[in-house]
């Protein structure tokens, strides 16, 4: 009887483990600073996640820790992205990108706080006492919930990718767009897919990977901004 107790312990953890794995597709745009980023802090938000979602520590503390993870991954990506040390080095365009998208990510950190306070990651019951939705399923709703974070994560990388250091040669920096090994593309990244530009032109075409303009929302792009030695090429 404890053997087969023991069995089935076993296998629901497998289960467990099996399902994590097929979850956990890495996401990369094929960049290593930004990919680097994503790797080194995605187990982090992951566990603080899972300790709010599991009570281990309190909403109000979750909130703020969340907060504060969220925005210094946010700096660092938009820095990395733009190639500059220092906030103070940012170019005013920047500045304000930066800006929009502390708001932005301060406005999801509440919002996932509110969520999870309200037991919507947590196994649910009918009023009859019924299982509407299991522990594990409220689990993996949390980790789709940290796959939107980290392609945000790789959204402000290619913000800060497409501001560039706000220098004349920078600004004249042709780059172009290189789709990721997503299988469905949109029809923005297939249709920007191979354009050359200068980083002036893609500032000013609304377009980025990850863009929340793109038709695909930009929640499952992983395309990137390459600089090339090439001639303008395509018209958005
Ligand atoms: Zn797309
Ligand atoms: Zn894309």
Known sequence: MANLE?????LSEMAVLLGHHAMTKQFAIGDPVADAIIEDNEQDLIDLIEAARTGDIDNATFEDELTALMLALLLQSFLAGAGVADESDLAPG???MLDDLRTETTTSAMALAAEIDAGLFAEARDADDRITRTDE???DKARARIQLWIVALAGAFSAGRIQGDGSADSDAQMMQWVLG???EHCVDCLR???QVHDRQAWIASGF?????????GGW????????VDAAQSGSF
């Open 94 to 96: 920047a500045v304000v």
């Open 208 to 216: 980025q990977p990850q863009g929340r303009n793109l038709v695909c």
């Open 192 to 194: 920007l897919h191979g």
């Open 181 to 183: 090994n997503t299988i």
């Open 137 to 139: 399923a409220g689990r």
């Open 6 to 10: 023991a069995a089935r312990v076993a």
């Open 220 to 227: 499952n792009c992983d395309c990137r901004l390459d600089d």
